[in-house]
C-alpha cells in the first residue's frame, strides 16, 4: 500500500512545466512532419534536436531537485526538525526521540539552557552516527513517481488505441498517444538510469 502511494504521488516530479514543454513541442513537431512532409530536412532535426535537448534538460534537473543533503550533515536545533529529515522507520523515530529528549533533560539538570541542551544533544548523535556510520551525504529518494506516470499513459494510450479502431481519431490526438508511448519508454529507462545514478553517488 505504502508502495503504491509513492508510485502515485504524482508531484513529487520537479519542473512539470519543463517536461509538458518538451510533450507538447513533440507532437507539434509530428504535426509539421505531417503537414509539411516535403519540408527542409534539417528544420525537422531541429525540430526534434530542440524538443530533446528540453527533455534531456528536465531529466537532469528533476534528479537534481531530488538531491538532499542528508539530515546528518546539517545543523539542527530543533529536535522534532531534525527526527523528521532522518530516514527510518516510525519505530527508531521514537527511539531516537526519546533518547535525545532523555540528553536533553540530563544537559538541562547540569545548567544547560533548553536551547544549548538540544543542540549539544543533536550533535552528540551526529557525532556517534559519523563514526558508526559514514553515510552518504545525499539523500536520493527511488523515483516511484515515474512508474506511476508510466501506468497512467499505458491507460490512455489503450483508451485512444480503443477508440481509434471504432471511429478514426484525428492525426493531434494519434500523435499525442504516439508521443506518450514514447516518453513511456523513456521514462522507464529514467528510473534505472536514476538508481544507477543513486548507486555511483553512495559509493563516493
Same mark, same amino acid.
Given at each position: 500500500?505504502?508502495?503504491?502511494?509513492?508510485?502515485?504521488?504524482?508531484?513529487?516530479?520537479?519542473?512539470?512545466? =519543463?517536461?509538458?514543454?518538451?510533450?507538447?513541442?513533440?507532437?507539434?513537431?509530428?504535426?509539421?512532419?505531417?503537414?509539411?512532409?516535403?519540408?527542409?530536412?534539417?528544420?525537422?532535426?531541429?525540430?526534434?534536436?530542440?524538443?530533446? *535537448?528540453?527533455?534531456?534538460?528536465?531529466?537532469? *534537473?528533476?534528479?537534481?531537485?531530488? *538531491?538532499?543533503?542528508?539530515?546528518?550533515?546539517?545543523?539542527?536545533?530543533?529536535?522534532?526538525?531534525?527526527?523528521?529529515?532522518?530516514?527510518?522507520?516510525?519505530?527508531?523515530?521514537?527511539? =531516537?526521540?526519546?533518547?535525545?529528549?532523555?540528553?536533553?533533560?540530563?544537559?538541562?539538570?547540569?545548567?544547560?539552557?533548553?536551547?544549548?541542551?538540544?543542540?549539544?544533544?543533536?550533535?552528540?548523535?551526529?557525532?556517534?552516527?559519523?563514526?558508526?556510520?559514514?553515510?552518504?551525504?545525499?539523500?536520493?529518494?527511488?523515483?516511484?513517481?515515474?512508474?506511476?506516470?508510466?501506468?497512467?499513459?499505458?491507460?490512455?494510450?489503450?483508451?485512444?488505441?480503443?477508440?481509434?479502431?471504432?471511429?478514426?481519431?484525428?492525426?493531434?490526438?494519434?500523435?499525442?498517444?504516439?508521443? =506518450?508511448? =514514447?516518453?513511456?519508454?523513456?521514462?522507464?529507462?529514467?528510473?534505472?538510469?536514476?538508481?544507477?545514478?543513486?548507486?555511483?553517488?553512495?559509493?563516493?
Amino acid at each position: 500500500m505504502n508502495k503504491i502511494k509513492k508510485i502515485y504521488s504524482l508531484t513529487d516530479i520537479k519542473y512539470p512545466w =519543463l517536461l509538458l514543454i518538451s510533450m507538447l513541442g513533440f507532437i507539434l513537431a509530428l504535426y509539421f512532419n505531417r503537414a509539411y512532409p516535403y519540408a527542409f530536412t534539417r528544420i525537422e532535426i531541429v525540430i526534434y534536436g530542440a524538443v530533446f *535537448l528540453v527533455a534531456l534538460l528536465w531529466s537532469i *534537473l528533476n534528479y537534481v531537485g531530488h *538531491l538532499k543533503i542528508s539530515a546528518i550533515y546539517k545543523r539542527h536545533d530543533n529536535i522534532e526538525v531534525f527526527i523528521r529529515g532522518l530516514t527510518m522507520n516510525n519505530e527508531e523515530k521514537a527511539d =531516537l526521540t526519546e533518547y535525545i529528549n532523555d540528553f536533553v533533560k540530563d544537559l538541562e539538570e547540569n545548567g544547560s539552557t533548553h536551547e544549548e541542551a538540544v543542540r549539544t544533544a543533536i550533535s552528540h548523535f551526529q557525532v556517534k552516527e559519523f563514526t558508526q556510520w559514514q553515510g552518504n551525504i545525499f539523500e536520493t529518494p527511488i523515483h516511484y513517481y515515474l512508474l506511476g506516470y508510466v501506468s497512467i499513459f499505458a491507460g490512455l494510450i489503450i483508451v485512444i488505441q480503443c477508440i481509434d479502431l471504432i471511429v478514426s481519431l484525428p492525426f493531434i490526438i494519434l500523435a499525442v498517444s504516439f508521443m =506518450l508511448m =514514447l516518453f513511456s519508454a523513456a521514462f522507464i529507462c529514467l528510473f534505472f538510469i536514476y538508481k544507477l545514478m543513486d548507486v555511483m553517488i553512495a559509493k563516493k
